[in-house]
T-cell receptor, first 114, second 116 residues
Framework: AQSVSQHNHHVILSEAASLELGCNYS??????LFWYVQYPGQHLQLLLK??????LVKGIKGFEAEFIKSKFSFNLRKPSVQWSDTAEYFC????????????FGSGTRLQVQP | DARVTQTPRHKVTEMGQEVTMRCQPI?????VFWYRQTMMQGLELLAY????????DSGMPKDRFSAEMPDATLATLKIQPSEPRDSAVYFC??????????????FGPGTRLTVL
């Protein structure tokens, strides 16, 4: 079965620091990749997605992610975080086997200190 | 501004009681998903439907959980009888399956269930 791994469970940064959250997926075929954000007490919102084409994907709020097929990775980055980025971040994948649902990673809790 | 709606937003009930959670997918979406989020397990897929037909409910405990789509505007997730271990946030999501596969999934605000 496909799996998604997020190795950073809890990250604490100061404002203006750079962010990189790791995500690795296991499926070797065609895969769609997503990053979702969940602000405290809120539902999941899509930050960005990769389907095909340019492996560097830009999303909302200054986030970007790079798809590296050889490393099975889709790391999320932001050059300068803000206090309002405090949230939980989920990487997710969907493969092309016909199972349409997303497989989520365990999430990374980001805490940005002012 | 189209969005997925879920009711109730919060539910506190006693063990053994029946719980029904409702979801209204975005109009025109043909796929509906139910996810459960807990601290221990993270986000898990419980079931999903395409064009109202259940395609995969392997993530759902069959003895107590049931999911249905009585019509295109309503999906329900029922737990009977509920147990304390069912306490979680239940998210509904909807999406549109296109020729190339599923696009983005849009999540509802969730139902926070507490079973005492």
């Amino acid at each position: 079965a496909q799996s998604v791994s997020q190795h950073n469970h809890h990250v604490i940064l100061s404002e203006a620091a750079s962010l990189e959250l790791g995500c690795n997926y296991s499926y070797g075929g065609t895969v769609n990749l997503f990053w979702y954000v969940q602000y405290p007490g809120q539902h999941l919102q899509l930050l960005l997605k990769y389907f095909s084409g340019d492996p560097l994907v830009k999303g909302i709020k200054g986030f970007e992610a790079e798809f590296i097929k050889s490393k099975f990775s889709f790391n999320l980055r932001k050059p300068s975080v803000q206090w309002s980025d405090t949230a939980e971040y989920f990487c997710a994948s969907k493969d092309d086997t016909g199972r349409r649902a997303l497989t989520f990673g365990s999430g990374t809790r980001l805490q940005v200190q002012p | 501004d189209a969005r997925v709606t879920q009711t109730p937003r919060h539910k506190v009930t006693e063990m053994g009681q029946e719980v029904t959670m409702r979801c209204q997918p975005i109009l025109g979406h043909n796929t509906v998903f139910w996810y459960r989020q807990t601290m221990m397990q993270g986000l898990e897929l419980l079931a999903y439907f395409r064009n109202r037909a259940p395609l995969d409910d392997s993530g759902m405990p069959k003895d107590r959980f049931s999911a249905e789509m009585p019509d295109a505007t309503l999906a329900t997730l029922k737990i009977q009888p509920s147990e304390p271990r069912d306490s979680a946030v239940y998210f509904c999501a909807s999406g549109l399956v296109l020729a190339g596969g599923l696009g983005e999934q849009f999540f509802g605000p969730g139902t926070r269930l507490t079973v005492l």
